[in-house]
């Protein structure tokens, strides 16, 4: 089996969709499209051989050109594989929440499946040069998303704020592509994991892709674009934002910054550790004290996103797989919990929190959703989260106890909040706000269901997703 089939399935897929755009089952064939792509991902995770960390369903060509040869080689390891398969589950999940609501649905099922090719090439590529340009390209998308549809006149503001933060880290990166281009003389990320820059230019090279991933994730003090970003974007905008766009700086670190810069990885940890205690302990106070349940959640985001990036720079295996579980389970969370306000959004029109209560007496299915994914937020056992942030926590006992102290300090506090917010939207007396009481619909149903069944399945078992992905990781440890 080869990743060239899946390109082969996308490209027959976009001529599709393409095809019905203008007709009356566009909705219908976007959607079944993209489940069957989420099938055939699913396969790929059934047919990966556990025990190698390398390489696998490898498909590779040669651009040949007078005076240029290049060669392009795609495919899987044990970390893309699994943030392939979010990408896509996600994306379906977006357009089953876009299902009923007929004034944007083709539009938007575009941009998604825009978005969707792009990561897809940017989780499967071994090439710099198109790594670089994935991460810059999926801006796009969102940005039209959240110009296009959002909640208010201030989603013109929120969209340039959102891409031009998350812009300005190209040009340093851009700088430091060409910076290996010209000592290695090659974008082929393969080679240059074998590659071994001296002490001074990794701590160089660091600093020009440290600050491009560092907004995306985002760290303090490059997080102010995500809570109006979150707020002004769409119900499904924000999943994408949540559940995608910031794995992407966290892929990044791992890909790049981890690989190929372990003595910089050291020499900056300290810089690494202050920011992202600051981000979870301010987040997590403006989380507490935040009226608007959208912008609480966008900075329970930020808190959740930086705990894993401890994770990543603990330089410990256990770290490391963990810091990858905890983003995956973020992905799950964080999207369900933005589906959930969202929908009570688009019922009501109103983000205040003070104007809700008591609406688990007339919405049982949706409050019981939203008190598996509140669970999920603040790490409760048997959801994925807490496998991420226990052992995160674990692995920072043997790296700095006072980041450990710091960090717990925002788990103590995600309790604080996430329980806040569900007894303050679901429990009390019915305000006079809310007339008319409407639970989920079916395609809500689904999206939520399937949702809460990836967070307790991987759970209740990660040893599924930890095995492929300590093979992997392990080997790009053994450069510290």
Not at 264 to 282: E, K, R, T
Request: charged fraction near 10%; proline fraction near 3%; include cysteine.
């Amino acid at each position: 089996m080869s990743i060239k089939y899946l390109y082969i399935i996308m490209v027959i897929m976009s001529v599709i969709n393409v095809c019905v755009a203008n007709t009356q089952w566009s909705r219908k064939v976007f959607l079944l499209n993209n489940i069957f792509l989420f099938l055939v991902t699913l396969s790929f995770w059934v047919f990966y051989n556990k025990m190698l960390g390398v390489l696998q369903f490898a498909w590779g060509f040669k651009i040949a050109i007078p005076n240029f040869t290049h060669h392009l080689l795609f495919g899987l390891n044990g970390l893309s594989m699994f943030f392939l398969i979010l990408t896509v589950f996600l994306s379906c999940i977006c357009l089953f929440l876009n299902f009923e609501k007929p004034y944007k649905y083709n539009d938007f099922n575009f941009l998604l499946w825009i978005l969707q090719i792009i990561l897809v090439l940017f989780f499967t590529t071994t090439d710099l040069v198109i790594f670089f340009t994935c991460f810059e390209l999926s801006l796009i998308p969102i940005f039209l998303i959240i110009l296009i549809w959002g909640s208010s006149v201030r989603r013109v503001l929120a969209s340039y704020y959102f891409y031009v933060y998350t812009g300005l880290g190209a040009v340093l990166m851009i700088i430091g592509i060409c910076l290996i281009v010209f000592e290695c003389g090659t974008t082929n990320m393969l080679i240059l994991q074998l590659h071994k820059f001296n002490g001074h230019k990794q701590i160089m090279l660091f600093f020009f892709f440290f600050w491009g991933f560092a907004i995306k994730i985002p760290m303090f003090p490059f997080h102010l674009w995500l809570p109006e970003a979150h707020v002004e974007a769409p119900t499904e905008g924000s999943i994408l934002l949540a559940g995608l766009l910031l794995k992407l700086g966290g892929y990044g670190f791992i890909k790049i910054l981890i690989s190929y810069f372990p003595v910089a990885c050291i020499y900056y940890s300290p810089l690494v550790y202050g920011m992202c205690i600051a981000s979870i302990i301010l987040t997590s106070f403006e989380a507490l004290v935040q009226n608007d349940f959208k912008r609480l959640i966008a900075y329970t985001s930020v808190s959740h996103m930086n705990f894993a990036v401890l994770g990543i720079f603990s330089q410990t295996i256990q770290g490391l797989v963990c810091a990858v579980i905890l983003m995956l389970a973020h992905g799950l969370v964080s999207s369900g919990l933005f589906a959930v306000v969202g929908m009570i959004y688009e019922r009501y029109s109103s983000r205040q929190i003070e104007y809700y209560g008591g609406l688990i007496i007339g919405m049982p299915l949706l409050g019981t959703f939203f008190f598996i994914m509140t669970l999920g937020n603040f790490g409760f056992p048997l959801t994925l989260n807490f496998v991420g942030e226990l052992l995160i926590l674990a692995s920072l006992a043997h790296t700095n106890l006072f980041v450990l102290f710091a960090s717990a300090i925002g788990l103590f506090l995600s309790v604080a909040y996430s329980i806040i917010l569900y007894n303050k939207l679901m429990f009390g007396n019915v305000k006079p706000f809310i007339r008319k009481i409407k639970d989920v619909t079916l395609f809500e149903f689904n999206s939520l269901l399937s949702l809460t069944l990836g967070c307790l399945f991987f759970g209740i078992w990660p040893m599924s997703v930890i095995e492929p992905l300590y093979m992997t990781l392990s080997l790009v440890l053994l450069r510290f």
